[in-house]
C-alpha cells in the first residue's frame, strides 16, 4: 500500500467519525431555547421622504407586531438625529400590541440626519 492510499484511508476514516463525535451523548438534555428577542431600529430621517415615499414602515411594523410569538420579548426605536424608544423593550402581550400598533401611526419622516450607529447601541443596550 502506498503512502497516499494510506492517507486517504486515514482521512477517509477520520471523516467516518465526524457524525459520530459531533452528536451529543444520548442521556444529555436538549438545550434550553431562548424566548424570540426582536428589536425594530426605524429610519425616520428626512432622506426616508425619497426613500419610502408611501411610508410602508407603518404598515411593516404593524404586520410585525402582529406576527411576533407571545413568548417573545421586542422594542421598536426610531432614529434620526436622536434616538426614540416608540415602544419598550417588553415581553410582547397583548397590551404590549396594542401600544405599538397605536404608536406605529407616529412613523413619519421628520428627523434630520441618520444616526443608525447610536440607534443600534441603544436598542441592543438591556435594562
Known amino acids: 500500500m502506498t503512502f497516499t492510499q494510506r492517507v486517504c484511508i486515514g482521512v477517509l ?3 467516518a ?5 459531533a452528536q451529543p ?10 424566548p424570540p428577542d426582536v428589536r425594530l431600529v426605524i429610519d425616520v430621517s428626512g432622506s426616508m421622504k425619497r426613500n419610502d415615499p408611501n411610508n410602508l414602515r407603518q404598515p411593516a411594523v404593524e ?3 402582529q406576527l411576533l410569538p407571545e413568548n417573545s420579548r421586542a ?3 426610531t ?5 426614540n424608544m416608540l415602544v419598550p423593550h417588553k415581553p410582547v402581550t397583548p397590551q404590549w400590541r396594542e401600544s405599538a400598533q397605536q404608536k406605529s401611526a407616529d412613523i413619519r419622516s421628520v428627523g434630520l ?6 440607534a443600534l447601541e441603544k436598542a441592543a443596550y438591556d435594562s
Open 79 to 83: 432614529f434620526g438625529k436622536w434616538i
Open 113 to 118: 440626519y441618520t444616526n443608525i450607529g447610536e
Open 25 to 34: 451523548p444520548e442521556d444529555s438534555e436538549p438545550p434550553t431555547l431562548l
Open 17 to 21: 467519525n465526524i457524525p459520530v463525535l
Open 13 to 15: 476514516c477520520l471523516l
Open 63 to 65: 404586520l410585525l407586531v
Open 75 to 77: 422594542g421598536v426605536w
